[in-house]
């Protein structure tokens, strides 16, 4: 069983920036793919990024050279560095661990992911 509790969400100007931290909790922290996803009111659920073990990375176009994903082992925690936010960036962030299965794959698809953590509010304002 795998617990994941999202911090550093608020709210920030456009063209700020903010980190979030996610932290997990269970042994098998390391095996795991970690990823970030954003839901935006009235729209599904979308991938951001993700990271493996082997610090392997995926990002989604829209994150693309303004989001960063990190990963500490020795405090469970991935982090979510967030830097020239736009509006459009405004959502809810969700925090997501899915089982490994190669060291070079990245999940991104929502029903790949089996652990989710319960969201933190981000808000960019224009």
């Known amino acids: 069983q795998v617990q994941l509790v999202e911090s550093g969400g608020g709210l920030v100007q456009a063209g700020g920036s903010l980190r979030l931290s996610c932290l997990a909790s269970g042994r098998t922290f390391s095996s795991k793919v970690m990823g970030w996803f954003r839901q935006a009111p009235g729209k599904e659920r979308e991938f951001v990024t993700a990271?493996?073990?082997?610090?392997?990375?995926a990002y989604a176009d829209s994150a693309k050279g303004r989001f960063t994903i990190s990963r500490d082992g020795d405090k469970n925690t991935v982090y979510l560095q967030m830097n020239s936010l736009k509006p459009e960036d405004t959502a809810v962030y969700y925090c997501?661990?899915?089982?490994?299965?190669?060291?070079?794959?990245?999940?991104?698809?929502?029903?790949?992911?089996?652990?989710w953590g319960q969201g933190t509010q981000v808000t960019v304002s224009s």
């Open positions: 997501a661990a899915a089982p490994p299965i190669s060291s070079d794959y990245v999940p991104t698809r929502v029903r790949q992911y089996n652990y």
């Open positions: 990271i493996t073990w082997t610090d392997n990375t």
